[in-house]
């Protein structure tokens, strides 16, 4: 709860505003009953129509104040509430930005999202609910009882025992529910994971026509979550009719103890009144507090992300403004949270300003996680990665980044313009840059083809293309970027022999780029520079085609099992 409240004290004005118009609100249902009183006892037990009248018009007024009141109140608790909401957002988000794919691959993307909607929603409720209900409640419930007892002073012990055993039913309800709430946002997660991942997947879980076992999976996660809200919401029904109960049996036995008939009848109608009220505030603590228990979970794991302490420490150096591109592994090992063994095991090469390294290997072989530690995505667990001779840990992130372009093993286009996505690359780059990098990359002439060109709009992951033309897309947004160091993550696995050859033909004539070029396929690698062989995280042979066909029984055998024949071939 002490997030929460950090953040109401970031808007007191808004939220002490609120609380001033409720505060007049809950004054004026105080009121009533007491005119209501003096309409009966000195009005219609007196036959005494201008009494009546007077009364009558004093509640319309008290009423019309309270109206106002509570619209005001409204307004203002509605306003704090949304702008509480979106500031958290806004900061989770800014967080999340901040953190390394280590942090992210520990809180889980499914369980992020759902605490930056899901659980901000909860905050947000809570604390308009604290400017509508909460607040009101103790207003209403002390009034209520304070000017009950100065009425009738003989039936505090009567409110005194309503009171005692409420409370001790509040007390339970909010002990047993706030662990059950807890569970529950949990399962929300898991739910969220399980449509993300088929989402994600739809076109694989339609191709091998496994919607059963899907289906299987989303039942399983939504019963789960079910019966974490079933659980939570039991808690309610068992304790809330008996504080209800409680309450009526006060206003029975007060009704009882009045039996003598010497209690004004008004009286006794502002009495049961006052009651009544007591017993709506009651209901709204138990309400409240398993709404404050649902906040405070959601506080807390929102506050787990905002307080997670990143993997990655700032750089404490900038490197110069002017890159060259060479990139230097010294003895790097890399193990992934929670991974048995290294991914990567004292790996070691050297790639010259402008070379092109290819990088070649059996599936698991710790080529994504190599290529990941140079914009430093991961920080290698040993060992050092360097570019322009500054270690990656020391430099800065952004100025590190802004030299280097990534294009990944999956390509990822975003809702808007091809022109806007291939402008992801640098946002000031001129419509000719554009074009100039996309013909690079074999784009060009399909995007000219398409009816609005440039400017056709795509769909959400591109969609509304194939899988070669988003990876052209892809590569031509990095080309635009201008980087000093280019990493191919096998991002030519969806093109055709000719138009993959054109592509890398076009890569080896750029001048001053470092390129790390990852592919399955001997023909893509066989004309870079120089090429590393790896296998299960080790390297098996660094050198060109030729020194490894003659040196290395890894690249022999990749040779052997793509080409075959003679390796000058």
């Not at 000031?428 to 709009?457: I, L």
């Not at 022999?497 to 750029?510: G, I």
Request: glycine share 8%.
């Amino acid at each position: 709860m002490k997030l929460i409240f950090g953040y109401i004290r970031r808007h007191l004005s808004l939220f002490l505003t609120a609380i001033f118009f409720l505060t007049i609100e809950a004054a004026a249902d105080l009121l009533q009953p007491a005119m209501m009183e003096r309409v009966v006892d000195d009005g219609v037990k007196a036959a005494d129509v201008g009494q009546i009248l007077r009364y009558g018009a004093v509640m319309v007024a008290i009423a019309a104040v309270g109206a106002m009141g509570a619209v005001l109140r409204n307004i203002y608790a509605s306003r704090t509430s949304q702008t509480i909401s979106r500031e958290i957002r806004s900061d989770l988000y800014r967080k999340v930005q901040s953190l390394s794919l280590e942090n992210i691959d520990h809180l889980q993307p499914a369980s992020i999202i759902t605490r930056i909607t899901n659980d901000v929603t909860q905050v947000q409720e809570f604390v308009n609910g604290c400017m509508r209900i909460m607040a009101k409640t103790p207003i209403t419930c002390i009034g209520a009882m304070v000017l009950l007892a100065l009425q009738t002073p003989w039936q505090i012990p009567v409110m005194a025992a309503v009171l005692l055993i409420a409370g001790g039913f509040i007390f339970a309800n909010v002990r047993l529910g706030y662990p059950r709430f807890g569970v529950m946002q949990q399962r929300l997660d898991q739910l969220n994971k399980v449509s993300r991942e088929f989402l994600s997947s739809v076109r694989v879980v339609k191709a091998f026509r496994a919607e059963e076992g899907e289906e299987r999976k989303f039942s399983d996660a939504s019963q789960g979550l079910a019966g974490a809200t079933t659980s939570a919401m039991e808690v309610m029904a068992v304790f809330a009719p008996l504080i209800n109960l409680t309450v009526n049996l006060g206003i029975v036995l007060l009704l009882w103890l009045s039996r003598s008939g010497s209690t004004e009848i008004g009286h006794l109608m502002a009495s049961v009144n006052y009651m009544t009220q007591i017993l709506f505030s009651l209901g709204m603590v138990s309400n409240i507090l398993n709404n404050a228990a649902r906040a405070a979970a959601s506080a807390r794991r929102i506050g787990e992300i905002l307080e997670e302490v990143p993997a990655q420490k700032a750089g404490e150096e900038r490197p110069a403004a002017s890159w060259r591109g060479e990139v230097v592994f010294s003895d790097v090992s890399f193990t992934y949270g929670g991974a048995g063994k290294d991914a990567l095991h004292h790996v070691s090469f050297r790639a010259a300003p402008g070379e092109t390294i290819g990088i070649i290997g059996p599936t698991g072989s710790g080529k994504s996680t190599l290529v990941n530690l140079v914009p430093r995505f991961y920080d290698a667990t040993g060992g050092t990665v360097a570019v322009d001779g500054v270690d990656v840990t020391r430099a800065d992130a952004k100025a590190l980044r802004s030299a280097v372009a990534v294009v990944p093993q999956k390509a990822l286009l975003f809702s808007g313009t091809i022109l806007e996505n291939l402008r992801w690359g640098r946002e000031n780059a001129s419509r000719e840059e554009v074009e100039a990098a996309a013909k690079m990359a074999c784009a060009h002439d399909f995007v000219t083809a398409a009816p609005q060109g440039y400017d056709t709009v795509l769909g959400q992951g591109g969609v509304n293309l194939s899988g070669g033309q988003k990876q052209r897309l892809a590569l031509a947004r990095a080309l635009v970027r201008r980087p000093r160091v280019l990493i191919l993550d096998d991002c030519t696995s969806a093109l055709d022999a000719e138009t993959e050859a054109k592509v890398l033909e076009s890569l080896r004539q750029m001048r001053g780029v470092t390129v790390l070029l990852i592919s399955q396929r001997i023909a893509a690698v066989r004309r870079a520079d120089r090429i590393l062989c790896l296998e299960d995280g080790e390297v098996r042979g660094f050198g060109t085609h030729q020194e490894l066909m003659a040196s290395c029984s890894a690249y022999q055998a990749i040779y052997a099992s793509q080409i075959g024949g003679d390796s000058n071939g």
